[in-house]
């Protein structure tokens, strides 16, 4: 349990050391250098000990060896008897060194004799054949070579434990005589001395990761502050600052991130003096507008209504101001609607609204009805604010009627709501003085995507104020499509697609607002091109919009929904 706590723990983004953190970089780095190092270290040492060791104990015997079988075999005649071999063999087992001897010679009589010390160790036939052939053969006698027979050794494994085989004759005749030590002691001694230098290599690795962790601490830690900073920094926190000590490069980078932090909070600071003055200016100036532009909209009114008695020379100049003055007023009003979302003063008055009966009021207020198509349930009720909503079915059917083609439709269903599927919209309601038969104004393909599906009466006040599902509402006009250089600025204030046309009907700001009353609902609105041809603008708000003026939440028409 323990275990699998220390791996979770791990494991968790906030872990002590994250697979992918810089800390476990370092330590994994540090800790295989060490590895590296300590093993390579104690790989030399052993070998190093155990070359000494082994040809220590080797030199030792076969020295003891060669002069025991000298001093042994020089009182025996060239003929010795079998029991006389026997003693000299005892003789020289009886040394310090502790090895089995082998003589071997020919008695009297002209027989073989092989007098060991230990039968079950040391016969004739446990000595290698290569010792063997060595040991026998005669070597010419010369300046470079003074004796014929010279001493030979070799190791052997028997039963797991390491033996020193060796080998000789005696010179101008006598016996030939071999030897075999065990080097038991000094395997044990290297194994001891082995597990001396693991030990030593883990308690390295250890020592090495406790000061990799330490190193690390002491990098990552102005780092982690440095992080922490910026994403203070990035959350708005102007005056973040870091505390600075010491002269080395991380000093130095955290007085950089302080010098970078000052000079962006004064330019955000001049930035944002400059766009409070620009709003205060728009709001000012609007404001001031709007009393002499009352006084002339009341004198056009006037004088539309006595156009018909006016010179016919002078009707057309009349004409022109009214409509001019009617759009100043129109771009005045959106002005000031523009700087209450700048200003964050925009709020929403929220009341239960029957979608069918709010898009028919729209139309009606507009004289619409003879160019535009609904098809929508009646009872689909939502908490939303009916003035901001009327104002974005405004522009956007009046968009699709000014820069699309006939017939305009209209299409409102639910999506996501308990119960609901993806096309949760049967049936219609046309308000249309023409331009489609029925069959096409129920749900054919002009009504966009996601027409059809079951049937779903509508929603009442009681449902809407669960908070589940979204009102989709889609304008599709039967026009030549946006073009998709355009498609990413049609909500841009103030933009025009065509730059040889500045100065058109519209002020280029109603889409602008549209998108902003969609947002303080929390709702979003896109614009796309069907393959069919025409456009379509999907707008989709929230079922209730009560939990955003909940607590006197302070909306600007940018967040909502974000």
């Known amino acids: 349990m323990a275990g699998r706590r220390v791996l979770r723990l791990l494991g968790r983004p906030s872990g002590l050391l994250r697979w992918t953190s810089l800390r476990l970089r370092l330590v994994v780095v540090f800790a295989l250098v060490a590895l590296t190092a300590a093993v390579s270290a104690s790989g030399i040492a052993y070998w190093l000990n155990r070359n000494t060791v082994l040809d220590r104990t080797q030199n030792a015997v076969l020295k003891d060896f060669r002069k025991a079988l000298e001093d042994s075999t020089r009182s025996l005649p060239l003929r010795p008897r079998c029991a006389e071999l026997q003693d000299a063999a005892r003789q020289m087992a009886g040394g310090p060194q502790n090895y089995a001897v082998l003589l071997i010679g020919v008695d009297r009589e002209g027989k073989d004799c092989a007098a060991t010390t230990d039968k079950d160790l040391l016969t004739l036939k446990n000595v290698p054949v290569p010792l063997r052939n060595a040991v026998n053969e005669v070597r010419p006698v010369d300046e470079a070579n003074q004796y014929s027979h010279h001493l030979y050794w070799q190791r052997k494994q028997v039963e797991d434990t390491p033996y020193l085989v060796a080998g000789a004759k005696v010179i101008g005749g ?150 001019e003055t009617r759009r100043l007023n129109d771009l005045v009003e959106n002005l000031m609607e523009v700087t209450r979302f700048d200003a964050g003063t925009a709020r929403l008055v929220l009341d239960d609204v029957d979608v069918a009966d709010q898009v028919t009021a729209c139309i009606d207020a507009r004289a619409w009805l003879d160019a535009v198509e609904l098809d929508a349930d009646r009872g689909i009720v939502v908490r939303l604010d009916p003035r901001r909503l009327d104002v974005i079915l405004a522009n956007l059917i009046g968009n699709a009627l000014k ?41 054919g393909p002009a009504a966009g995507a996601g027409d059809g599906g079951p049937e779903r009466p509508g929603r009442t006040a009681d449902e809407v104020r669960s908070g589940s599902g979204q009102l989709v509402i889609r304008v599709r006009d039967h026009g030549p499509g946006i073009p998709e250089e355009v498609l990413p600025h049609v909500f841009d204030r103030f933009y025009k697609a065509s730059a040889s046309r500045p100065r058109s009907e519209g002020s280029g700001l109603g889409l602008s607002i549209a998108m902003e009353n969609a947002h303080i609902h929390g709702g979003e609105i896109t614009a796309a091109n069907l393959p069919e041809g025409g456009a379509v603008f999907t707008l989709r708000l929230p079922m209730d919009a009560s939990p955003l003026t909940d607590g006197d939440r302070q909306d600007d028409g940018t967040e909502g929904g974000r």
């Open 174 to 323: 006598g016996p030939t005589g071999y030897m075999m030590k065990s080097l038991a002691t000094e395997r044990q001694d290297l194994n001891s001395l082995a597990w001396s230098l693991g030990i030593a290599t883990a308690l390295a690795l250890v020592g090495s990761a406790l000061l990799a962790q330490a190193a690390a601490t002491t990098v990552l830690r102005p780092v982690q502050r440095l992080g922490h900073a910026a994403r203070q920094l990035g959350e708005g926190r102007l005056d973040t600052r870091l505390r600075v000590t010491g002269t080395d490069e991380l000093a130095d980078l955290s007085r950089t991130f302080n010098r970078t932090a000052e000079r962006l909070e004064q330019r955000v600071e001049e930035l944002s003096g400059r766009e409070a003055a620009s709003r205060r200016f728009v709001a000012d100036m609007s404001h001031e507008l709007r009393t002499p532009l009352t006084a002339i909209t009341a004198v056009s009114e006037v004088l539309e209504e006595e156009a018909d008695s006016l010179d016919p020379m002078i009707a057309p100049a009349v004409q022109l101001v009214v409509s």
């Open 403 to 443: 820069h699309g083609g006939s017939p305009v439709r209209v299409s409102v269903r639910t999506e996501g709501a308990a119960g609901d599927g993806e096309g949760g919209r049967t049936g219609s309601t046309a308000v249309s003085g023409g331009g489609a038969d029925g069959a096409e104004a129920a749900g």
